[in-house]
């Protein structure tokens, strides 16, 4: 099993920026891609941005150019930094990692962060 905890989330202005954190812990060995998703109240929940173990990453559309995914392997951390935030950003992030190999599978998520864009 793999463990999934998010930190960093919080109430920040439009144009503002903040950093939400997630540790791996558990079998990391599982672990390949590792993202992050977030769920607007009413909305489905969407893929922000991904990355793999070797840190190529994807980044959705809305957030292309403001937001910026990375991985510390070393310490089983996966990083979202976020800038020029929107109301549109609004929403419950949350930490996901996708199996590797022979539990590829499988998914992992975090219990989610808030963060909350407002002025």
């Known amino acids: 099993q793999v463990q999934l905890v998010e930190s960093g989330g919080g109430l920040v202005q439009p144009g503002g920026s903040l950093n939400v954190s997630c540790a791996a812990s558990g079998e990391i060995f599982r672990i390949d891609v590792m993202a992050w998703y977030r769920q607007a109240p009413g909305k489905e929940r969407e893929l922000v941005a991904e990355i793999t173990r070797r840190g190529r990453t994807n980044l959705a559309d809305a957030v292309m150019g403001r937001f910026t995914i990375s991985r510390d392997n070393a310490k089983n951390t996966v990083t979202l930094q976020m800038s020029s935030l929107k109301y549109g950003d609004t929403a419950v992030y949350y930490c996901?990692?996708?199996?590797?190999?022979?539990?590829?599978?499988?998914?992992?998520w975090g219990k989610g962060t808030l963060v909350s864009v407002f002025s």
């Open positions: 996901h990692a996708a199996g590797y190999g022979y539990y590829r599978g499988l998914r992992y």
